[in-house]
T-cell receptor, first 115, second 112 residues
Framework: EPEVTQTPSHQVTQMGQEVILRCVPI?????FYWYRQILGQKVEFLVS????????KSEIFDDQFSVERPDGSNFTLKIRSTKLEDSAMYFC?????????????FGPGTRLLVL | SQQGEEDPQALSIQEGENATMNCSYK?????LQWYRQNSGRGLVHLIL?????REKHSGRLRVTLDTSKKSSSLLITASRAADTASYFC????????????FGKGTRLHILP
């Protein structure tokens, strides 16, 4: 069964450094998402992406964040200058269609620790 | 309360018993999904119920949706130790098709 994959599984970085989290969505999916989950808290929406542009973003997704689909398979989340509060699990998700009863399939997540 | 609030926050039951978790939401929804998350791991999609459906089954899972009360329940029958996890409901708004809003989750612990 096709699945969303994410790399790396864990990332430790120093505050102020840039990180890039990578995702490979399911191949025939068209809509891509990033969510994050701070330890012990609920999963929060960050951004959705369709047709090579952001379709929606939350207030969490400020200028420090950017997303890109550099080729036909990868979908990346970049944090330009990490802060301590960026420490969280970051999940990528994809869905074939945005509307209707379409399931969002999640990757296993990248655990980011900012020191 | 926020969109997608689950209760109880934590639930411990004996193996073999049924576990029921509830979820409430605020806005009109297109669909509601339930996910499972083992400690520190990814989100596994369990079941999706559309706004025009009232009940759905998948194996030992039964989900109900009451749009008049803006609530949903997830029932796990004949629980097993492997069911120990956190369970989240996530709703997709009728008006906004992109994101899904997660609740805080119910931590389910199955006692041997």
């Amino acid at each position: 069964e096709p699945e969303v994959t994410q790399t790396p599984s864990h990332q430790v970085t120093q505050m102020g450094q840039e990180v890039i989290l990578r995702c490979v969505p399911i191949s025939n999916h068209l809509y891509f998402y990033w969510y994050r989950q701070i330890l012990g808290q609920k999963v929060e929406f960050l951004v959705s992406f369709y047709n090579n542009e952001i379709s929606e973003k939350s207030e969490i997704f400020d200028d420090q964040f950017s997303v890109e689909r550099p080729d036909g398979s990868n979908f990346t989340l970049k944090i330009r200058s990490t802060k301590l509060e960026d420490s969280a699990m970051y999940f990528c998700a994809s869905t074939r269609l945005a509307q209707g009863g379409e399931t969002q399939y999640f990757g296993p997540g990248t655990r980011l620790l900012v020191l | 309360s926020q969109q997608g609030e689950e209760d109880p926050q934590a639930l411990s039951i004996q193996e073999g018993e049924n576990a029921t978790m509830n979820c409430s939401y605020k806005t009109s929804i297109n669909n509601l999904q339930w996910y499972r998350q083992n400690s520190g791991r990814g989100l596994v999609h369990l079941i999706l119920i559309r706004s025009n459906e009232r009940e759905k089954h998948s194996g030992r899972l039964r989900v109900t949706l009451d749009t008049s009360k803006k609530s949903s329940s997830l029932l796990i029958t004949a629980s097993r130790a492997a069911d120990t996890a956190s369970y989240f409901c996530a709703s997709r708004s009728m008006n906004r098709d992109d994101k899904i809003i997660f609740g805080k989750g119910t931590r389910l612990h199955i006692l041997p």
